[in-house]
């Protein structure tokens, strides 16, 4: 795997750690919940901003998703790689499942101390929009980066999905939907979630030059 891709499991680990000892010695939302959503929407608000908000935010929808990993899964299957296809598409079922299942469990509210600038219908912890974008994304990079031996080309590959899974999470907050330690969550579940099918699935990519099933 990656340099770059061990060290996202690290920092969603890491972060996970804190997001835990946060609600050890506080309840949410955090103070720096409420400082944060409030300070987005006092010093950065624009129409600009909000449109491109939007946009960004779209990239992390399940429709989206879905289509992302249905043409990853197309795409293996062409290879001849049936299982590493079966093995992605099930990847992100059970995860947004996990997502759904904790979103009823916990029932925490969306955020109230700004207008929401996009439609929002379900629980606010963890953002599916964080979680989902991280498992589907990083799931994608990690898949790419084994077509290529350009170590440059995979570093590239692996900051882009970086960028845009944290892009899509910040959109979120922005757009006053998710407090940012639904995003942490949403953003640590879905990039362990990702890397442990990677890593439980290390047998089944080591054996793709001969895999025509």
Same mark, same amino acid.
């Given at each position: #795997? ?5 060290? @996202?499991? !690290?920092?969603?680990? @890491?972060? +996970? ?26 010093? +950065? ?8 908000? %939007? ?12 289509? #992302?990993?249905?043409? !990853? ?5 062409? =290879? ?9 598409? &099930? ?14 469990? %916990?029932?925490?509210?969306?955020? /109230? ?5 996009? /439609?929002? $219908? ?7 929009? +964080? ?9 994608? @990079? @990690? ?8 170590? =440059?080309?995979?570093? !590239?590959?692996? !900051? #882009? ?19 940012? $330690? /639904? ?18 699935? &290390? ?11």
């Amino acid at each position: #795997m990656p340099r770059a891709l061990r060290g @996202a499991a !690290a920092g969603a680990a @890491a972060l +996970a750690i804190l997001l835990l000892a946060g609600l050890l010695v506080d309840r949410w939302p955090f103070d720096w919940d409420r400082a944060i959503l409030t300070g987005l929407r006092a010093h +950065a608000q624009s129409p600009g901003l909000m449109h491109a908000a %939007v946009d960004i935010t779209a990239l992390g929808s399940v429709p989206v998703l879905v289509l #992302m990993v249905g043409a !990853a899964a197309l795409l293996l299957a062409a =290879r001849g790689w049936w299982l590493m296809a079966g093995v992605t598409v &099930a990847s992100g079922i059970s995860g947004g499942a996990v997502v759904t299942l904790v979103k009823q469990g %916990v029932s925490r509210a969306r955020p /109230d101390l700004v207008p929401h600038w996009v /439609d929002v $219908s379900n629980a606010s912890f963890p953002s599916g929009h +964080a979680a989902g974008s991280a498992m589907v994304y990083l799931t994608l @990079a @990690a898949l790419a980066t084994q077509v290529t031996r350009h170590r =440059r080309v995979r570093h !590239a590959i692996v !900051a #882009m999905s970086v960028l845009l899974v944290g892009a899509i999470g910040v959109s979120r907050v922005y757009l006053g939907v998710h407090w940012p $330690s /639904d995003v942490a969550a949403g953003w640590c579940f879905g990039t362990l979630w990702a890397l442990g099918w990677w890593w439980a699935t &290390a047998a089944i990519r080591a054996s793709w030059p001969n895999m025509r099933e």
